[in-house]
């Protein structure tokens, strides 16, 4: 059994009797991860990787949401990935989830070239220099790009990726020319497009983007996903992703 320290509190997914390790003050993960874990279920995959894995939360959540025989995931931040660590082995999912402590930047040394048929990745969403900046490291580091860059994101997981592998990711609407632009560049081509709003009255505030390397022109827009309904109650579908009754 994992160590849980006294900072640290352990978090039922509500899912497959799984459960998550997170610092009681810090980064935990929301519902972009959810989400994320969610919109990449649909792809079949034998080997999986989760760019900025932070705790874990995506690995754990795709191995109840897909028979993928392995996933692994790479966090530069060492009480982060420990924490990531402790929580495979708390769900005894060793054989399953590989988690390395590391730099994205390093990824593909670490792995090899056309390692993996689907990535995944929460991304820090905010460029240096612009929003609110925390004054703890681990939510600067979480929240905005100081040790990667959405173009190293996206370089990097071209060259991780097999022909016709798929990229996904959550990001802000306000970054989807940059990551269209982006993942053209690289060799990724935008297939699937869907929007979060908090609900049907508000302008979305993440984007959920799943591209094909080497993939034809094809762009699709899927429905929004509205996370409260009229009543300003969990909407349907959100309860659905959360496994909620």
Do not use: W
């Amino acid at each position: 059994m994992s160590n849980i320290y006294s900072d640290e509190q352990l978090c039922d997914l509500q899912t497959g009797g799984l459960f998550i390790i997170q610092k009681n003050k810090g980064f935990k993960f929301g519902i972009d991860a959810v989400l994320l874990s969610d919109f990449a279920k649909s792809q079949k995959s034998k080997c999986t990787l989760d760019l900025c894995t932070g705790t874990g939360i995506v690995p754990l959540l795709l191995s109840d949401k897909t028979n993928t025989p392995k996933i692994y995931g790479i966090e530069i931040q060492k009480d982060i990935c420990d924490m990531a660590k402790r929580s495979v082995t708390y769900n005894n999912l060793d054989e399953r989830i590989t988690i390395t402590e590391g730099d994205v930047k390093d990824a593909v040394s670490m792995f090899g070239k056309g390692t993996f048929d689907k990535i995944t990745c929460n991304p820090p969403y905010t460029e240096v220099g612009r929003g609110i900046k925390n004054s703890a490291d681990t939510l600067l580091i979480s929240r905005h790009e100081i040790l990667v860059t959405l173009e190293d994101i996206i370089r990097i997981t071209s060259e991780l990726l097999v022909p016709q592998g798929g990229f996904f990711m959550v990001h802000r609407p306000s970054r989807i020319a940059d990551i269209m632009c982006l993942m053209r560049q690289y060799g990724i081509e935008p297939k699937t497009i869907r929007f979060v709003s908090p609900d049907a009255n508000k302008a979305p505030n993440l984007v959920l983007v799943h591209g094909v390397k080497n993939g034809g022109k094809e762009l699709k827009f899927l429905p929004n996903i509205f996370v409260y309904d009229t009543n300003g109650e969990y909407s349907s579908e959100i309860n659905k992703i959360y496994n909620r009754r």
